[in-house]
T-cell receptor
Framework: GAGVSQSPSNKVTEKGKDVELRCDPI?????LYWYRQSLGQGLEFLIY????????KSGLPSDRFSAERTGGSVSTLTIQRTQQEDSAVYLC????????????FGPGTRLTVL | QKEVEQDPGPLSVPEGAIVSLNCTYS??????FMWYRQYSRKGPELLMY????GNKEDGRFTAQVDKSSKYISLFIRDSQPSDSATYLC??????????FGKGTKLTVNP
């Protein structure tokens, strides 16, 4: 079946602009995660959605970052007033109910802030 | 001290070699341990998943967890050029929020 998909695959923006990154999880997966991977760094947890529960936003680095998940499926990560340090690969993952450690990742969106 | 430490390498081995990749961690609450493989410009792919201490084998891959030493390993036997990738360890206390190492870049030379 189809895996996790993300769009766009690449995004170049100017400092101060807002960007939206999209994630389509695997059908039927109840949990969805966003991570950030900066050059030479490991994956950094950003936010986690599970069903209808309130999302765990503990990893968001600032209030410029927000995310939503509509209808328990598609998710959008929004970064407002982008800064150069926001340049990274943003990865989305999903997992089935009861197997939250088995996370399946999308290919990522490579964000470059000029 | 970071929660998860992983030598970034790079590690270069000849085809057929046994590869040993390792991570150490400081949080004794970690119970779940994963290894992911990430090819260049791709998302990470789950390779191995282990709960608590012990060994797990899957084909040419063996994952070991030693909770007393807070040390986990991934062994790759008969390494192939197609194994060339970055290997990421990940762990969590019970579920959901994985903490990743920085990854070790492996090159297997034909």
């Amino acid at each position: 079946g189809a895996g996790v998909s993300q769009s766009p695959s690449n995004k170049v923006t100017e400092k101060g602009k807002d960007v939206e990154l999209r994630c389509d999880p695997i059908s039927g997966h109840t949990a969805l995660y966003w991570y950030r991977q900066s050059l030479g760094q490991g994956l950094e947890f950003l936010i986690y959605f599970q069903g209808n529960s309130a999302p765990d936003k503990s990893g968001l680095p600032s209030d410029r970052f927000s995310a939503e998940r509509t209808g328990g499926s598609v998710s959008t990560l929004t970064i407002q007033r982008t800064q150069q340090e926001d340049s990274a690969v943003y990865l989305c993952a999903s997992s089935p109910q009861g197997s939250y450690n088995e996370q399946f990742f999308g290919p990522g969106t490579r964000l470059t802030v000029l | 001290q970071k929660e998860v430490e992983q030598d970034p390498g790079p590690l270069s081995v000849p085809e057929g070699a046994i590869v040993s990749l390792n991570c150490t961690y400081s949080n004794s609450a970690f119970q779940y341990f994963m290894w992911y493989r990430q090819y260049s410009r791709k998302g990470p792919e789950l390779l191995m998943y282990t709960y608590s201490s012990g060994n797990k084998e899957d084909g040419r891959f063996t994952a070991q967890v030693d909770k007393s030493s807070k040390y986990i390993s991934l062994f790759i036997r008969d390494s192939q050029p197609s194994d060339s990738a970055t290997y990421l360890c990940a762990m969590s206390p019970r579920s959901e929020k994985l903490v990743f190492g920085k990854g070790t870049k492996l090159t297997v030379n034909p």
